[in-house]
């Protein structure tokens, strides 16, 4: 009996041992999906570094800089499944940064995919600052394009000098920035700023200024010729003409003569040109031309005019060329004896004043004074630093020029004492504080647009000197209102560009053209474009130059009232832009080369 029971003891102590071995055990897997990942950009493989608490995988790259085309290497935990991407080759990680998974309990479990790379060395671009405004303000980068954009505005920031600032956190840790990070945006609207981490990284900082681009070309009636003048090397210089241009604005609605200045009224001294007297000369004491307000239309510049003045169509040939500022070296070419346009062996030259005996006008070329000016005098001028345009008002104190803050009034009235004139000079003169270094620099006819904005009467006499009444002056001899003359401009535009205009010579109902005869000039014929000429105003050009995005304008020379033989020229790659024109030899001539 006492064997019986053993043996169902034992039997049942069997069975339990077989039951406990047949029974199945659970299954302990990870708590989190990735063991080991990787990355391959290109030519660079990374190990990607997993945070399971923030569900994130960081790569951090040397050199790679596109992750949309990316092969993954995963090693995802026992019970764990990859449901994106889908594929492991040829990923865009960049569009959609993620690992989705399932999880033992079939539950999406998602992971954000994060990339870092030296290539890339800004990481907050909210850091960075233009220097006077707030951090962020008017600027944005993309590290995809590795460009850093700058919104310009007017009002706020200095074209020719922009500075920009990188606070703690805008950069990784241990990138350098070059020393100097001022921009002059003359020398072309994008422009290389590299940054070193683990090498050279080349971002460009890029000045939007579309705002202030109007019209182009072709919206003002131009054709694109640059066909018949570039080279295939030189994308970048462009040569637009139009033989008409529509709807331009009247230069005079005077339907006045003034008798005591209408010395050739042959040259349509009414609405086709206005004998439009020199300022100062005009202003004497015997009253006979006063006009201490310039209120009549026969003085106004394109500054003075308002969005309701009267159209005309405009016929004649007149040429615009445009260069990348960034592509070329400016120069200022002169010489004691004339200069002759064609022998410079520039990308684009251009005259600017005739040389004559009697000339009295300021130019520097390399550093040396050719031409002083008049001891007293001031007026607009072009410069030229390193192969870099610009402009100045330079006035001469002791053996230096420097350059006269813009004048929103005149230093004193023309019937002032000689007393008070010298005074209010000397006061002017000390408020001159910066000094032209340019090396080469020369005084223009007017500085029609200056900094973005059309110039009025009153700015244009304001800021050349009072006493200066050589033929010269911006408001001398009529030509700056009447189609006769030949004039060329030079400026800046504000997409980076060194720009030229120049039209050719016209005429008017008085020449005796076939089909042109004498008709009514009044303001009804003006209103509705019934001139009966051929030509372009020098105020006519300086408007379209403003629409058409030059942030600086300046009237370089004219015809016939410099010298009965003289005219402007432009030319480009040797051959003149206006056909049959043989250019002028001239006292200085502004050039550009290629780099």
Known sequence: MKKFSYLLALIATGATVLASCNKEKTPVYAEVPINKVSVTSG????????????????????NAENFTNCNITIDVNDGWALTYPKSLTGVDLQSTPTFNFTDPNNAIVKYSVKFSSNAFPIV???????????????????????????????????FNNIELVFNDGALQTGATLPANLVFDFAQGNSQPLVIN?????????????????????????????????????????KVYAAEAV????????????????????????????????RAWEIATADGNHYDVGHLDDIFSFPGDW?????????FGKIVIVTVDASKVKADLV??????????????VATSGWTRTDALDYLIKDAGNVIFPGKDWLYRAAITV????????????????????????????????????????????????????????????????????????????????????????????MGWST?????????????????????????????????????????????????FNYRGYSLKQMAWMAQRLGWRNAAALGNSFGEAPDFLPSLVVNGKSVIEGVTPTSTSYVVTVKTK
Not at 334 to 347: C, F, I, L, T
Request: net charge negative; with cysteine; charged share 20%.
């Open 124 to 158: 907050n671009p909210q850091k960075i600052q233009i220097k006077g405004l707030n951090e962020g303000e008017d600027l944005t980068v993309d590290n995809t394009t590795k460009t850093i954009k700058i919104a310009f505005d007017e009002e706020k920031m200095d």
């Open 246 to 277: 529509q709807a331009l604005p009247i230069p005079c609605v005077s339907t006045s003569i003034d008798t005591n200045w209408d010395w050739a009224p042959d040259w349509g001294m009414n609405l086709y040109g206005s004998a439009n007297p």
């Open 334 to 347: 002169a010489s004691a004896d004339p200069v002759d346009p064609v022998a410079q062996q520039a990308v």
């Open 385 to 476: 630093d390193d192969g870099t345009l610009g402009f100045a008002t330079p006035a001469l104190k002791g053996d230096k020029y420097y350059d006269l803050p813009f004048q929103t009034e005149a230093p004193y009235a023309p019937d002032d004492d000689e007393a008070v004139k010298a005074a209010a000079h000397e006061s002017l003169m000390n408020s001159a504080t910066t000094e032209i270094t340019a090396s080469d620099m020369a005084w223009v006819c007017g500085w029609l647009v200056r900094n973005g904005k059309s110039m009025g009467v009153h700015d244009l006499i304001n800021n050349d000197h009072s006493g200066y009444v050589s033929d010269n002056g911006v408001l001398g």
């Open 197 to 237: 981490l683990g090498g050279e990284r080349t971002y460009f900082v890029i000045l939007d200024a579309s705002k202030y681009m109007k019209a182009t070309p072709e919206q003002l009636g131009f054709l694109d010729v640059s066909v018949n003048f570039a080279t295939a090397d030189q994308p970048w210089l």
């Open 43 to 62: 030519d660079e493989t990374i190990v990607g570094a997993v945070d399971d608490v923030n569900r994130t995988v960081t790569f951090t790259f040397n």
């Open 306 to 314: 308002t969005g309701d003045r009267g159209t005309m169509n405009c």
């Open 482 to 530: 009447n189609f006769y003359n030949v004039h060329n401009l030079v400026g800046i535009t504000y997409d980076g560009k060194i720009a030229f205009m120049i039209n050719e010579a016209g005429f008017s109902n008085w020449d005796g053209q076939p089909g042109y005869v004498d008709v009514d000039n009044g303001w009804e014929e003006a209103t509705n474009a019934g």
